[in-house]
């Protein structure tokens, strides 16, 4: 349940969890939501998150509509937050599972947890339902043979209408910003998440299918992987290419050079005056490119499903923290050259696989792989879509906010501290409630002191049983050469290098070129740093992850589920990883 108490009695936000479908998990949605959801992002996003989520489950075909038409809205039935934290709904998960022919509960943990200790399974009432079979695998068979996503054109339309709609935000008035940071966004959210999802569900399910056939017909999985990766047109990775450009203009620039030696601390600012006052035309290529690069992704950055957070568009920053790691790196590593030399090997790849295989087997292999591209492909796209949505009110909140703050005293990012109910009144007195602010932020900085249980069933555990971060990082067992964690196959090859252990994006910690990167999650904002690395290890994340994505776009190993790799591996160990077997080996350690 919820922990955080308003002034006035009553649970803050948070969804109730199942008595029908209990265990949940941090699995996957960690890697969208790290952070603790503030009130007003959950309050709204909340209701039409939730239905959207359960549209995409009765269209998937796996669950049926009477199974669920009786739990209240207010129930996380594919997704939920408790204790300020997004969980998926691992019972749901499964049940879809476990109608898929030949397969079972469990396999949702492979697609969805990677590794760990979930808890068991317990078979639901009705849980093998033929009629369930038969519409979730017709659904299966029909996007396997679609050749186009239409859906996700109609909602670029929606949302480009969307934000040509949204108010100027220095002109706007306060109640003008207040509809955009909110209304509106809620009208439309749903169906564009609803989007996100389905087509989530297929290029989860096609990928699946496509490794099944290689199990089967080649006796080798890791062939699906190969034949996905360096497709190009992927969203996620796309911000990699701009800042390499960026990158290159900086290497070849002495100017440029020296501002950026200087550190990212204010960089921002002294390059733009270095613009203004010099002819150099590397600099002024610079400004104008990556003014570019905040208008294309300026929607980028950690947390970006969240107004709360900043992005690369409101603080530049961010972006130039991850140039500056680009610069150093040795052509080689350039997006375009990986991407080519993936490109030949897949191309080459798919045509002796092709010879393997017997004709009717070849025909369906055919139809997987070319419906699981374009999903996976996709899958980044819409994405995107949604993301980019919420930018545009994250611009017009954070100017709402800043106006509040001045005009109560209050700190940037008060706003997010607020329900949407509370939101007029707020507008209208924002000193009024200063008192209720400062008690959520306390209760803020309580939970973030804390690790959230990464599964629970029925009930989350009461806040004072989670596990201390600082405890955590202290009682981690560090590793010694020789040692080995067992993880999951991101991306298949071989690297060892120097471990650099990132937490945050923002902060690459002077990640360089061959070194391996270390990271607790990842998501799009994590994407340029793949390109500096040799190699990738993620403490959690599963065959559909971020990492995994990327990581198939660059060619570089890349293993996820490596529990607690970022306590365990110190910074600066010399590791192995093993992006075919799913294992990082320490070769040495400072």
Known sequence: MWPWQPVGGGRWVGSDSSDRFPIYTRGNAGEVYPEV?????????????ERAMRNAVLRSGFVREDEIADVPITVGLGSGVFGGYAYLNLSMNRLGAARVPGGSATD?????????????????????????????????????????????????????????????????????????????????????????????????????VLTQICEKQLGDESIAIRLVSGLGDVDSAAPASAMWGLGRIVADSPALTAEFDQGVDGLFERVRELGERTDDSSVTSFVA????????????????????????????????????????????????????????????LEAETLERLGRPARRLFRRVLRSTRMYLRGRERAKTNVVEAIHGARLRAQELD???????????????????????????????????????????????????PFFFEGEQPPLEEWELRSDAAANASRVEPGDVIAG???????????????????????????????????????????????????????????????????GIPCVVSATDATRRIPDGATIEVDGTAG????????
């Open 488 to 554: 999951l196959a991101g991306c298949v090859g071989v690297a060892r290098g120097r471990a650099r252990v990132v937490t945050d994006p923002g902060d690459p910690r002077g990640l360089e070129p061959g070194d391996v990167l270390v990271a607790p999650h990842t998501d799009p904002s994590w994407t340029p740093l793949f390109v500096p690395a040799d190699a990738v290890v993620v403490d959690v994340g599963a065959t559909m992850s971020h990492a995994v994505i990327v990581s198939r776009e660059l």
């Open 37 to 49: 959801f503030r009130p007003l992002s959950f309050s709204i996003a909340n209701l039409a998150g």
């Open 402 to 452: 800043r106006r509040l703050v001045a005009r109560s005293g209050g700190e940037r990012g008060d706003l997010w501290f607020l329900l949407i109910e509370e939101l007029d009144d707020y507008v209208a007195d924002p000193a009024a409630f200063r008192e209720t602010i400062g008690e959520r932020r306390e209760m803020l900085a309580r939970l973030e002191e804390r690790i959230p």
């Open 108 to 208: 949702a943990d492979r697609s969805y947890l990677g590794v760990g200790d979930p808890p068991p399974h317990v078979p639901l009432p009705n849980e093998k339902n033929l009629r369930a079979t038969i519409a979730g695998m017709r659904t299966v068979w029909r996007m396997s043979g679609h050749t186009s996503l239409p859906e996700i054109d109609t909602d670029r339309r929606d949302i480009d209408a969307y934000l040509a709609g949204l108010p100027d935000p220095a002109a706007a008035s306060d109640a003008e910003l207040r509809a955009s940071t909110s209304d509106d966004l809620i009208e439309r959210f749903g169906r564009w998440f609803e989007t996100h999802l389905v087509v989530s569900f297929g290029a989860g399910t096609l990928m699946a």
């Open 289 to 348: 490119a990556f003014d570019d690069l905040l208008e294309r992704h300026g929607a980028r950055g950690a947390n970006e499903w969240d107004t709360a957070f900043d992005t690369w568009g409101t603080d530049p920053e961010l972006a130039l923290a991850l140039v500056d790691r680009m610069r150093l790196t040795d052509p080689s590593h350039a997006p375009d050259v990986q991407r080519d030399r993936l490109a030949a090997e897949r191309e080459q």
């Open 583 to 590: 294992t990082v080996t320490v070769i040495d350690v400072p």
